[in-house]
């Protein structure tokens, strides 16, 4: 704690020193996560659990200063331990970024720590998620340049974060080099702006160099991949596409396999005022990308692959959120949102929003290269030190991952009254997902009412009802079966929740909330998961005090995902901007 108030101290005192200078121009930000344990042992929290961890403090401050064309920043961390859930590797405190950078609108070059992305990353993204204590920046050098309007030429090169490691270990990651070009047509023909044709162009290409220290590999040295989009738009109708390839890239991840890899996402959508549909489908085929071939998790990934499947934010549907399969997965979506139009007998006084959503992942088809009576290993893996399969570009696998059927209802009653509701279908691949061989897949339906009551112009107050039917209920599973196999069945069964929050705008909101499992098939596990929270809110100050159980589970942002383990204590968020 100490650390971070001196922190807090010198950019506050650095702000002011800047902000003196005629025109320039200072903005930063601060977040401090802090969460004290105990031990709970009816949710299975004992001091051997906690090993002796009772606080764990998570917090950052980054400051950036502009002057004319020229901008700076640097954002300091401290993981005085890291949070339950977080990689213990975060465990330290410094300097994590840096950069400088100037643009005078032909040409920008940035030194330091570099976030962006080509396309949709199938091929280079990097970015920084702090509910998921990930960071894979890129630090070294960016050169933009703009030759004509509407043309945009990007080059780059460096070398991943990878926790507090240092740079000049070259055993622990590749250098990453990087070119980037995207021509959008309507700014560069201005005879194109006054019809109802759209076009953007782009292309990429990334490589990666590592020197190989495999004794029983030839590991390739440089692996290159590219990178080809397209979007089109008419009047009310869109259409993108995107395809990737990567050159053979055999990594501790894919098992050593010799395999390319390809991805595809294609999306064609069409809206007007109260309407909109977006039909979308993605195919993916060995492209985890990591500047490390011995990387492993979520480390030093170079790529990105964008999920398409519904995001929900309540806490039941959210239990069993999809995390992409980079190895392999053919996905699609389909989603339909419609305003039934106000003064009408359905739609009411203020019209209702509909939302249909379907989406559904299997795995591709594999048909693997086999010795003479070897049986066709998992579908995650090829056999090491081969190509380890093909796979015909447009055949969908047997295996499903995940699915999600859902429709959400959304009307204002009247003028205190409003409601959500939603009915989710789900199917979700537990071996696979998170990694549990043998699990059961989950098979569930789940239900939610959101109600709210505006009581004054600054007073509301809002109410949850939700529920989880699992299919796991009416198996056969029972109890002594489980044994050996507890960790898969933490969080299965039926499951009731509740939520009621206050709020007094625009300062302060009270919420209490409960969780429960009541239908696992493990009596133990059969838990209340309670909470209570107060927060105050002034301009960008945000304090959230937070006490009671979280329980196990996956948080995901974007398809990235990190497993929480369940925890009990008080907890407290502190986040502010300048």
Known sequence: MRRILLLLAFVSCAAISFAQVENAQVNGSFQI??????????????????????????????????LGNFTAGIRYEAFQTPLSGFDTRLQGFGIANYY?????????????????????????????????????????????????????????FGKQ???????????????????????????SFSALNNTKFRATVGGSFISKYQKNTNTTYTIPENVGAFDGRVNLGYGRFAFTTEYAYKINDPSAFNNYTFNEGQAILSSLSYSQKGFGVIAQVKRVDNMSFKS????????????????????????????????????????MQLQVNYTIPKNTLIGGKYGTKVTLDFSQVNDIKRNYILAEGQEAPAHIAGNSGTIGYTSPFFAIGDRKFFHDFNIELERRLNKKWKLIAQY?????????????????????????????????????????LQHLWDNINSSNTTEESTFGHEDVYKKRGNWGAALVEYTIAPKWFVSVADKYNYGNPIADNRDHYYTASVGYIKESTRIVFTGGRQSEGMVCVGGVCRVVPASSGFSLSITTSF
Request: negative net charge; proline residues 4%.
């Open 161 to 187: 974060r990878l926790y507090w490691v240092d740079y000049g270990d070259a055993a622990k990651r590749g250098i990453v080099r990087g070119i980037d070009g995207e021509w959008d047509l309507n700014q």
């Open 292 to 331: 490390d071939y011995k990387g492993v998790k979520n480390d030093l990934d170079i790529n990105f692959i964008p999920p398409i499947n519904y995001t929900h934010t309540h806490s039941l549907p959210a239990i069993y959120s999809y995390a992409t399969q980079p190895l392999g997965e053919m996905a």
């Open 424 to 464: 989710i279908n789900l199917y979700y691949d537990m071996a696979t997902i998170e990694n549990h061989p043998g699990a059961p897949a989950v098979e569930a339906n789940i239900a939610f009412v959101d109600l709210s009551y505006r009581i004054t112009s600054k007073q509301s107050i809002r109410f949850e």
């Open 33 to 66: 996560d802090g969460q004290y344990y105990r031990v709970d042992e009816a949710i299975g929290i004992t001091s051997e659990t906690i090993k002796g961890q009772k606080v764990g403090l998570n917090g950052f401050g980054k400051i950036n200063y502009s």
């Open 100 to 156: 400088a950078s100037y643009d005078n609108g032909t040409v920008a070059v940035t030194l330091g720590d570099i976030y962006d992305q080509f396309g949709n990353g199938f091929i280079f993204r990097t970015y920084e998620e702090w509910a998921l204590g990930f960071d894979n920046a890129l630090r070294g050098m960016r050169v933009i340049y703009r030759p004509a309007t509407g043309v945009t030429l990007k080059a780059l």
